[in-house]
């Protein structure tokens, strides 16, 4: 039903009837497979976060940045990039560069990168030294400085 159209993508208020139906999509064979092509998602901005860049805007991501930040980068028709480190073109090595400058528009330096989002917390124990449960003060404390 995807690949041949007239899939219900709105329906009316009560719920009842379509609206609005899906297009035919186009269809190519690789390899002797049938595959059915869709358009990929873009979008107008994208701002993601890395950890170094240079500045002719290739990128380094750390941890989970490197997850989806580099596709969303890719995807955009303007992408920002806030870091929190600048250094000279050359420094970086090539093999460690997670997104190249060609897809970065605006390179922004980050401040102030204090990364207070979670508190350690103890259980208290009481006068019998029974332990008692005891809740943070603060659960997410990123705002806070």
């Given amino acids: 039903m995807v690949q041949e159209g007239g899939f219900p993508?709105?329906?009316?208020?009560?719920g009842k009837k379509s609206v609005i139906l899906s297009e035919k999509k186009e269809t190519k064979v690789f390899n002797g497979r049938n595959y059915v092509l869709?358009?990929?998602?873009?979008?107008?901005?994208?701002?993601?976060k890395g950890w170094k860049a240079d500045t002719k805007g290739n990128v380094i991501f750390r941890k989970t940045a490197r997850n989806f930040n580099s596709d969303c980068a890719r995807a955009a028709k303007t992408t920002i990039v806030e870091v929190?480190?600048?250094?000279?073109?050359g420094q970086l090595d090539p093999n460690d560069i997670h997104l190249p400058g060609v897809y970065v528009h605006r390179l922004v330096l980050g401040?102030?990168?204090?990364?207070?989002?979670?508190?350690?917390?103890?259980?208290?124990?009481?006068?019998?030294g029974?332990?008692?449960?005891s809740s943070p003060?603060?659960?997410?404390?990123?705002n806070n400085k």
């Fill in 130 to 133: 029974t332990t008692k449960e």
């Fill in 84 to 89: 929190e480190e600048i250094v000279d073109e």
């Fill in 38 to 48: 869709e358009n990929s998602i873009s979008g107008d901005f994208a701002l993601v």
């Fill in 111 to 128: 401040e102030k990168y204090e990364k207070r989002i979670e508190k350690k917390v103890l259980a208290k124990s009481d006068s019998k």
């Fill in 9 to 14: 993508i709105k329906l009316s208020t009560d």
């Fill in 137 to 142: 003060e603060v659960i997410n404390n990123y």
